[in-house]
C-alpha cells in the first residue's frame, strides 16, 4: 500500500535570537536571499522585492520596530 499523503511537520515558536544573534549581520542577509523573501510575501500574502539590504529609513526610532 502506498501513501499518497504529504509529509506534515510541526511549527515551533523560537526565540528569533536563538537562530540569528546578529540582526545586521544574520538575519538581514538571510531574508535577503530571494527563497526566504518569497516565503514570507507567500507568508504575509503581499509580493515582496528587494530594495536593498540595508538601508537608512530616517530618523524613526529602532525601537518602533522591534
Known sequence: M???HA???LLEQVDLK???NNE???FTP???KSEN???LGDVVG???ELEAQE???GPISRRHFI
Open 37 to 39: 523573501l518569497q516565503l
Open 2 to 4: 502506498t501513501d499518497n
Open 30 to 32: 538571510w531574508l535577503a
Open 24 to 26: 545586521p549581520k544574520e
Open 55 to 57: 538601508k537608512n529609513v
Open 18 to 20: 536563538n537562530v540569528w
Open 7 to 9: 509529509q506534515l511537520g
Open 46 to 48: 503581499i509580493e515582496l
